[in-house]
């Protein structure tokens, strides 16, 4: 059994059914998600009597939520932005008068 204070953002493998999963909420129970998605809430008490180690977080970890690593790489409007470029680089415009910028 563990009395490891749950985190949000800690993974932890439950021994007993090998299953990994993530705390993402805690309050008065305890909410994790699994590692295939799924969504589970305990109590104190249960999370007191579970057998739980702590955990890496896998590699693929936001395959739950549909993305890829390719995916992650996108901003949020899914577009790509390459990691090595600055977007404001490619801002144009027409330069304000008494600018440096201006004819």
Same mark, same amino acid.
């Given at each position: 059994?563990?009395q490891?204070?749950?985190?949000? #953002?800690?993974?932890?493998?439950?021994? &007993? #059914?090998?299953?990994?999963?993530?705390?993402? $909420?805690? +309050? +008065?129970?305890?909410?994790?998600?699994?590692? +295939? =998605?799924?969504l &589970?809430?305990? @109590?104190?008490?249960q999370? *007191?009597?579970?057998?739980?180690?702590? $955990? $890496?977080e896998?590699?693929?970890?936001n395959a $739950?939520? #549909?993305?890829?690593v @390719? &995916?992650?790489?996108?901003?949020? *409007? =899914?577009?790509?932005?390459?990691? +090595?470029?600055?977007?404001l &680089?490619h801002?144009? =415009?027409?330069?304000?008068? #008494?600018? @440096?910028?201006?004819?």
């Amino acid at each position: 059994m563990t009395q490891k204070r749950p985190e949000i #953002g800690s993974w932890f493998e439950n021994i &007993d #059914g090998g299953l990994l999963f993530e705390v993402v $909420a805690v +309050d +008065d129970t305890i909410e994790v998600q699994y590692a +295939d =998605g799924t969504l &589970d809430e305990f @109590d104190w008490e249960q999370w *007191r009597e579970m057998s739980l180690v702590p $955990a $890496a977080e896998p590699e693929d970890a936001n395959a $739950a939520y #549909g993305l890829t690593v @390719d &995916d992650q790489s996108q901003n949020a *409007r =899914g577009f790509s932005v390459p990691e +090595d470029t600055n977007p404001l &680089d490619h801002i144009e =415009g027409e330069p304000f008068e #008494g600018t @440096d910028e201006s004819p």
